[in-house]
């Protein structure tokens, strides 16, 4: 009968694990956790997430928040026509301020990628009637 080669049952040997292989081990663990934190929320999570409490969850920002805040009605193909994805994209990762300085909408820069806010732009010109 053959038997393994040392290295072989040194790999697997109880109690015995070559000090490389815990590094091989850390940085498959460490790769792992990166691949899953930087997974993109699809646009519809997001709205849900960031956007439906002010602006509803169908567009029409007919909620006690977005009544306040008087935010657009994205179902009206009125508004949808007046607004660039540019801006709706800066919006989205700046933010909007009043005129005296106070948020009125918080910046998602920290929380969204570029790409998810663009999805987000993607998903608001859905509710246009």
Wanted: hydrophobic letters at 40%.
């Amino acid at each position: 009968m053959h038997s393994q080669p040392s290295v072989f049952r040194a790999y697997f040997r109880p109690n015995h694990f070559p000090m490389k292989n815990h590094f091989a081990l850390l940085f498959v663990v460490a790769a792992t956790g990166l691949a899953t934190s930087s997974f993109a929320a699809s646009a519809a999570e997001n709205w849900e997430n960031l956007c439906a409490k002010c602006h509803g969850a169908d567009g029409a920002g007919q909620t006690k928040a977005g009544k306040k805040l008087g935010v657009k009605d994205y179902t009206d193909a009125k508004v949808q026509a007046e607004m660039k994805d540019d801006d709706m994209l800066k919006t989205i990762l700046s933010g909007v301020s009043d005129k005296a300085g106070k948020e009125k909408m918080k910046a998602y820069r920290e929380e969204i990628s570029e790409t998810e806010a663009k999805d987000l732009v993607a998903y608001v010109r859905h509710f246009k009637a």
